[in-house]
Each structure stands twice: as structure tokens, then as C-alpha cells.
């Protein structure tokens, strides 16, 4: 194995240590042995410190900030300390599967590019089911923003990116940082700007290689509903989306951040913003209704009967 690593893998954490910990032995445990772990812990956190010291393994560090500054500025911190070539991002509470680092790396190796973003398949662990995500992977020339965010039914995940799948070089870390004090729509974000550098392209491993555990009885970022913020993201970012894009993010993700409020006034708001500024299709309006008219807990059981219906068809 080289004095220096082939690959750094970020993992930012706070106040989780057996996550944490869990998270790291995944990293740790991955058949591509030539990497090194940089842990940022975000804040002062004695326990989740401690609980890393016990893990004892040369390849892993440790950076504690002096203040909590939130995941973005701590996977940014980790990327300027990497020493890999290439930099993987992996959340405090998210598995990688063994192989998933070697395969990245064959993918990459044979890619056309200068600096591909290598992603990859997930499986989506809920209290009710897994699935596997995205369910399609980019066709040639398809607009990333469309991919990302346009639907072909009435549930996210047809096209679909996560920062625990995001195998990239890791000088494009370092030029095109995550923005700090953006709460959701990190990796989208992340990914938009990052697609928009010369020489990138996003390429998929088909297999799913990361274990997304979306626990629902814990506090988590991708349950905050901030949408006035989202909203204000969005307006600012608008040349990264095509209209279709536009529209597609506007009346599904703003929208399911604003239903909870069941204010029609926003409901009637965010179409507008939709037909002003992009070109909503049938579907977006489907989804928009069926997000204002039904619970998230009943949209959450619909979706997984639907999905699991839709991979069983496919087997058959």
C-alpha cells in the first residue's frame, strides 16, 4: 500500500458517535484498502472522540472545529485536508457496501473525461421498506438538472444523486466547494455547479454500493422544511436549471416543504412561480396536488407499495 492514499473520505459528524463509528468501519472496511478517513467533527464532542480513538486504525483522522459550522463547511474542511486524489463524501448516519470505492475507481479509470464525478445506485432503508435509488440512470445528452429532478410518476427517485455516492477528483472539491448555510438541496446544488466546470461529467456505477438509512424517529437535516429558503436558493440559482427543471424542483421538492404549512396562499404561490419562471408538465402538476392533498405518512405508504410494484413488474 502507497505512503500516500489513492483516495480521502470525508465524513462529517456531530454528537453521533455510533454512527459515526459506523460510518467509518464501512469506510474502513472497503476492499480498496489505499485510502485514508478524515473525520470532521463538527464542534466540540468529547464522546464521539473518544468512541473514534477506540477504532485504531492508522488510516483514520480525526478534526475536531472549534464551533459548529454545520455539514457543508465540514465536508469542506476535510476536502482542503485531503491528501487522495480523489475525495469521497460519506454522512455520519449512511454504510458503504465493501466493493463500493473499487468500483468508482474502475469507472473512473475508464472514463473520457478529465474530472468525472463518479456516483453510484443506493439502497433507501425506511422503517417500511427498501428501495433502490435512482430508479433510471442519465440517457446521452439529457440536461443534469432534468435528470436530477424531473419525474416520470408521481415519486422522487427516477433520477436522483446523494453526497454519500460522490466519488470526484478531489481538486474539484476544492474549487467548487459545498455552500455553507444552505440547509437542503446540498448535493444538488453541489452537483449543479460542479457540472458547469470544463471537463466534468456525472457517471453512474449501476450497482447500488451505499446503504441510505432514513431513519424517521430521528432528528434529521432532510426533514427540515426551510422553503422560503429553498425558495430564495432557487431564484438565485436559476440559470443552473433548464425551465423544465425549474418547474419539476418548484412543484415537488418546494412543494413538500410547504404543504405542512396547508396554506393555500403558498400553494397558489408556487405554481405561479412555476409558470413564471419554468414549464411545467402534467405530471408536475399531478404531483404538486397530490402533495397538498394527502399526509406525508400516507404519500410515504403509497410510495413504497408503488415503487416495490413497479421493481417487481420489472423482475418479471
Not at 124 to 139: C, G, H, Q, V
Not at 168 to 192: I, M, N, S, Y
Amino acid at each position: 500500500m502507497s505512503s500516500e492514499p489513492d483516495v480521502s473520505v470525508v465524513i462529517p459528524t456531530c454528537n453521533r458517535p455510533e454512527l459515526a463509528v459506523r460510518a467509518v468501519r464501512s469506510a474502513l472496511g472497503q476492499t480498496h484498502q489505499n485510502l485514508e478517513v478524515i473525520v470532521v467533527v463538527d464542534g466540540p464532542d468529547e464522546a464521539t472522540v473518544t468512541a473514534l480513538d477506540a477504532v485504531g486504525d492508522p488510516r483514520l483522522s480525526v478534526i475536531v472545529l472549534p464551533e459548529r459550522g454545520k455539514a457543508p463547511n465540514a465536508r469542506n474542511t476535510g476536502a482542503r485536508a485531503a491528501r487522495g486524489r480523489w475525495t469521497a463524501m460519506l454522512d455520519d448516519d449512511d454504510e458503504w457496501l465493501p466493493t463500493k470505492i473499487e468500483r468508482q475507481l474502475e469507472l473512473a479509470a475508464a472514463a473520457t473525461v478529465e474530472s468525472p464525478v463518479i456516483a453510484c445506485r443506493m439502497i433507501s432503508r425506511t422503517p417500511r421498506a427498501d428501495t433502490i435509488m435512482p430508479r433510471r440512470l442519465p440517457e446521452p445528452g439529457e440536461p443534469i438538472s432534468e435528470y436530477l429532478l424531473v419525474r416520470r410518476g408521481l415519486f422522487y427517485g427516477d433520477g436522483f444523486v446523494q453526497t454519500s455516492c460522490i466519488m470526484a477528483p478531489t481538486a474539484l472539491w476544492q474549487k467548487v466547494p459545498f455552500t455553507v448555510g444552505l440547509r437542503r438541496a446540498q448535493e444538488l446544488d453541489w452537483t449543479l455547479r460542479a457540472m458547469r466546470e470544463p471537463g466534468t461529467a456525472l457517471l453512474y456505477v449501476e450497482e447500488p454500493l451505499v446503504l441510505w438509512h432514513q431513519d424517521e424517529n430521528r432528528e434529521r437535516i432532510s426533514l427540515e422544511n426551510p422553503w422560503r429558503e429553498q425558495l430564495e436558493w432557487l431564484r438565485g440559482n436559476r440559470e443552473l436549471f433548464t425551465p423544465r427543471a425549474y418547474a419539476a424542483f418548484t412543484l415537488s421538492v418546494l412543494s413538500s416543504m410547504a404543504a405542512p404549512t396547508r396554506d393555500t396562499k403558498l400553494f397558489r404561490e408556487l405554481l405561479a412561480e412555476a409558470r413564471e419562471h419554468g414549464d411545467p408538465a402534467a405530471v408536475d402538476y399531478l404531483t404538486h396536488m397530490q402533495i397538498w392533498a394527502l399526509p406525508p405518512s400516507v404519500r410515504h405508504r403509497l410510495r413504497d407499495v408503488v415503487v416495490s410494484r413497479g421493481k417487481k413488474n420489472n423482475a418479471g
